[in-house]
């Protein structure tokens, strides 16, 4: 099967930036630059996440994501600040093809239901941020990964999926950055809960990686640091592996 490869790009202040489980930010560079660079490197797709707007209680920055959209060769997916269904339409007005709702789901479910209805479940992506609790439990984390709705993921995913969005991006905060891997026992969980794709995010540190995901029943892999760092210095270095390595090492 072939599964996408997503990098995903996180805007903080203006620029991009890169955390480990979602602090100790990382300046990474523009924009505008690195979606220019991922144009050369036919990328299947990008995610574009602005970490500030929920946090400071404000819209989009329509201006920013629309030139960054301009940029783009490839389907792009904007998150960051999305609470009503004029938000998700002028979203898709600046050139994206997905928007990503987070912690809006849990203020007003029926948003992905109207916006589903309105412009069609492919365009709306769930993004679900899960860390364990004290207890060893998997939960549900909003606000960057600071608040805990102590919401279970398989549930919620289930929840997400019957009010209709088009696919879920599951995130794993304590992997953020880490390149420990995916977790997979999560990607398998929340898969097997529902009849929709399933985007892994959090730890990557390799085209294996990528393909244990796959096997865990993801239909795309998305990352970061892996994207943007050269290791073992963390030297910033935009990369995206050959078409020759993805159908060697993950397409197989």
């Given at each position: 099967m072939?599964?996408?490869?997503?990098?995903?790009l996180?805007?903080?202040?203006?620029?991009?930036?890169?955390?480990v489980?979602?602090?100790?930010?990382?300046?990474?560079?523009?924009p505008?630059?690195?979606?220019?660079?991922?144009?050369?490197?036919?990328?299947?797709?990008?995610?574009?996440?602005?970490?500030?707007?929920?946090?400071?209680?404000?819209?989009?920055?329509?201006?920013?994501i629309a030139?960054?959209?301009?940029?783009?060769?490839?389907?792009?997916?904007?998150?960051?600040?999305?609470?009503?269904?004029?938000?998700?339409?002028?979203?898709?007005?600046c050139?994206?093809?997905k928007?990503?709702?987070?912690?809006?789901?849990?203020?007003?479910?029926?948003?992905?239901?109207?916006?589903?209805?309105?412009?069609?479940?492919?365009s709306?992506?769930?993004?679900?941020?899960?860390?364990?609790?004290?207890?060893?439990?998997?939960?549900?984390?909003?606000?960057?990964?600071?608040?805990?709705?102590?919401?279970?993921?398989i549930?919620?995913?289930?929840?997400?999926?019957n009010?209709?969005?088009?696919?879920?991006?599951?995130?794993?905060?304590d992997?953020?950055?880490?390149?420990?891997?995916?977790?997979?026992?999560?990607?398998?969980?929340?898969?097997s809960?529902?009849?929709?794709?399933v985007?892994?995010?959090?730890?990557?540190?390799?085209?294996?990686?990528?393909?244990?995901?796959?096997?865990?029943?993801?239909?795309?892999?998305?990352?970061?640091?892996?994207?943007?760092?050269?290791?073992?210095?963390?030297?910033?270095?935009?990369?995206?592996?050959?078409?020759?390595?993805?159908?060697?090492?993950?397409?197989?």
């Amino acid at each position: 099967m072939r599964i996408r490869v997503i990098p995903t790009l996180l805007l903080h202040k203006g620029g991009l930036i890169k955390s480990v489980q979602f602090k100790n930010y990382h300046y990474v560079g523009d924009p505008i630059n690195t979606v220019k660079i991922f144009n050369e490197k036919e990328v299947d797709e990008i995610t574009v996440i602005d970490i500030d707007a929920t946090k400071e209680n404000r819209p989009p920055n329509f201006k920013q994501i629309a030139e960054i959209a301009s940029e783009a060769f490839m389907p792009m997916a904007y998150g960051g600040g999305v609470s009503t269904l004029d938000e998700i339409k002028k979203i898709l007005f600046c050139g994206y093809e997905k928007v990503i709702v987070n912690k809006a789901l849990h203020n007003n479910i029926n948003l992905v239901t109207q916006a589903a209805n309105s412009v069609g479940s492919q365009s709306i992506v769930a993004s679900i941020d899960v860390k364990k609790n004290l207890f060893g439990a998997y939960k549900i984390y909003t606000d960057n990964g600071k608040n805990s709705t102590n919401k279970n993921p398989i549930q919620f995913a289930k929840d997400v999926a019957n009010a209709g969005v088009g696919e879920i991006l599951i995130n794993n905060i304590d992997a953020d950055g880490t390149y420990k891997g995916f977790d997979i026992n999560l990607i398998r969980s929340i898969a097997s809960a529902v009849n929709i794709p399933v985007i892994a995010v959090g730890g990557a540190a390799s085209v294996e990686d990528f393909y244990k995901a796959k096997i865990a029943g993801a239909s795309a892999v998305a990352a970061g640091s892996f994207f943007v760092f050269q290791r073992p210095h963390q030297a910033v270095l935009i990369s995206y592996p050959t078409q020759t390595e993805l159908k060697e090492k993950l397409f197989k």
